[in-house]
């Protein structure tokens, strides 16, 4: 009996393993056939499966970059020992950096000597030639730069000039249709006039440019000149005293030619004078 047992537990291990090891063989096959069908699958089929690209960062919206209109002016002033020295340099400092002098003066007194000199030089040189200017020779007694910043006046100018252009074009367009004498003087009437503010627009604009592109410096170079006091000098006594009796009787008879001058009304008064005295005896004797 005990026999019995020990067999039919022996029969039952081996037919369970059996069953696990025929399990895993088919679990095998499944997976190595599962692989070779994946090895399989067509490549247009592989990048379908594939997610989609990410979609592409927003466009940087560009913005025109506006230049700045800047006006740049200065005033400098320089005392010097050797004047004609530093006028020279002056001068090929203007020349170098192709500027020109829009005005020139030579002042001499009693106590300096001095140029005022108003320079004009392209924008783009003016603080080069101030750097030179001041690195020359003489003593720097003042100082001012300015910058005036005009960029909106040019936007504001031209966009009126533009639409000025634009009903000018319109005004054009229907003086071309106009058919009566009235609607064709009444039209050519306000095309004098916006041409006439394109006009001024434009000199406007150009007289900016002109600001902008040619900076503008007052320059004065002077020397100190050591002052002496130097008094009036005067004639002796004799020449004096001579002097004051010739202009004393020069003076009496310039009053005696203007008493005669006036004997006309010497004449005028004498009458009145007589007859008010007539009038007043007669006055006199009724009483």
Known sequence: MIMRKTIFILITAFLTSSCEQNQSDKVDYIAGQLMMEEEMIPITQ?????PPPPPPFPLMETK???????????????????LEINKTHIDSLVAKYSGYYANEQLNNSDWKISYNLTIRVPSNNFERLIAEVETGRGEIKYKEITARDVTDQFIDLETRLANKKNYLKKYNDLLKQAKTVKDILEIEE???GIEEEIESTTGRLKYLSDLVDFSTLDLEIYKQKKHKYQPEKRDDFTKRLKHALLMGWFGFVDIIVFVIKIWPLWIIVGLIIYGWEKIRKRQTDKE
Request: no cysteine; charged share 50%; glycine share 8%.
């Open 46 to 50: 592989q990048e379908e499966i594939k």
């Open 64 to 82: 025109e970059v506006i230049k700045k209109k800047i006006i740049k002016d200065g005033r400098i002033g320089i005392e010097a020992q050797e």
């Open 190 to 192: 306000n095309i004098r």
